[in-house]
């Protein structure tokens, strides 16, 4: 069985510019959750979709954006970069009946020059 | 307190012997945990899941949780070399509700041959 998928592996962009990274369920999942893991600060979570809906988001600012397809794939904007941004983004989903239980993709690793 | 804390390590142990990976945890509601095994520069693996209070052994590792102490602990035995990477200790916030998974900033293994 596949796991989840993401693309790009990496990216490059510079400041000012909007980055879409994106994200492919495991089959079967609905659940699709958003992390960013920037150097020494952990695993901070951004967003949660399900069924096509923004279902929660984190302590994050609007120029995080994103959504979800009919096929439950979701998508990741970031607006406006800033320097700071530079991080592995990580993709999970879940089923939603289990949503603790997350499987992560491989992330991209976006850096923001 | 912060809500998911670890010991940042590192944590060296020889190989062959028991590495124990602690981890505490502040939300009372929390009904189920989760370890993460991170390689460098790679994404977190789910490993572990644990639910009642007590053992749960899967191969080497044994997972351990005392919710009377808020205590979540895993147990790597006859430890191999590549056990070495971060372990991530995680909660669902407001007992999954919210979706997102609150991580431990992680203990770094070593495992010396």
């Known amino acids: 069985e596949a796991g989840v998928t993401q693309s790009p592996t990496h990216l490059i962009k510079t400041r000012g510019q909007q980055a879409t990274l994106r994200c492919s369920p495991i089959?079967?999942?609905?659940?699709v959750y958003w992390y960013q893991q920037a150097l020494g600060l952990g695993l901070q979570f951004l967003l949660w979709?399900?069924?096509?809906?923004?279902?929660n988001r984190g302590n994050f600012p609007p120029r995080f954006s994103g959504r979800q397809f009919p096929n439950y794939s979701s998508e990741l904007n970031v607006n406006a970069l800033e320097l700071e941004d530079s991080a592995l983004y990580l993709c999970?989903?879940?089923?939603?009946?289990?949503?603790?239980?997350?499987?992560f993709g491989p992330g991209t690793r976006l850096l923001v020059l | 307190q912060k809500e998911v804390e670890q010991n940042s390590g590192p944590l060296s142990v020889p190989e062959g012997a028991i590495a124990s990976l602690n981890c505490t945890y502040s939300?009372?509601?929390?009904?189920?945990f989760f370890w993460y095994r991170q390689y460098s520069g790679k994404s977190p693996e789910l490993i572990m899941s644990?639910?009642?209070?007590g053992d749960k052994e899967d191969g080497r590792f044994t997972a351990q949780l005392n919710k009377a102490s808020q205590y979540v602990s895993l147990l790597i035995r006859d430890s191999q070399p590549s056990d070495s990477a971060t372990y991530l200790c995680?909660?669902?916030?407001?007992?999954?509700?919210?979706?997102?998974?609150?991580f431990g900033k992680g203990t770094k293994l070593s495992v010396k041959p």
């Open positions: 939300d009372r509601v929390s009904q189920s």
């Open positions: 995680a909660v669902p916030r407001y007992g999954g509700s919210q979706g997102n998974l609150i």
């Open positions: 979709y399900d069924e096509g809906e923004e279902r």
């Open positions: 999970a989903s879940s089923f939603v009946m289990a949503r603790e239980t997350q499987y």
């Open positions: 644990i639910y009642s209070n």
């Open positions: 089959s079967g999942h609905t659940s």
